[in-house]
Nanobody
């Protein structure tokens, strides 16, 4: 069974930076992508960034140029978030998508506030 453990959330001032980490354990078969999604208060779940098994990267429009996704050792994915603004406040979820399933972490809170 795939398990995802996220870390790195917290409180940061506008303009600041945070780095989120996600470590996957278990056997991942037919991997499609690893990435990050977020849900802000009162809003729908939205894609932040994802990286495919072939290395293709997609970013949500609102984070392009500010966030960077990276992957290491096949089962670790990171999200470097720079120039954060209050609209980035949300619970961030790590997600692993396979050909047959979707696996989600428990979420980590990111709060951007002065």
């Amino acid at each position: 069974q795939v398990q995802l453990v996220e870390s790195g959330g917290g409180l940061v001032q506008p303009g600041g930076s945070l780095r989120l980490s996600c470590a996957a354990s278990g056997i991942i078969e037919s991997l499609v992508s690893m990435g990050w999604w977020r849900r802000a208060p009162g809003k729908q779940l939205e894609l932040v960034a994802r990286i495919s098994n072939f290395g293709t990267i997609n970013y949500g429009d609102s984070v392009k140029g500010r966030f960077t996704i990276s992957k290491a050792r096949a089962k670790n994915v990171y999200l470097q978030m720079d120039n954060l603004n209050v609209e980035d406040t949300a619970v961030y979820y790590c997600a692993v998508m396979t050909a047959s399933d979707a696996h989600w972490g428990q979420g980590t809170q990111v709060t951007v506030s002065s």
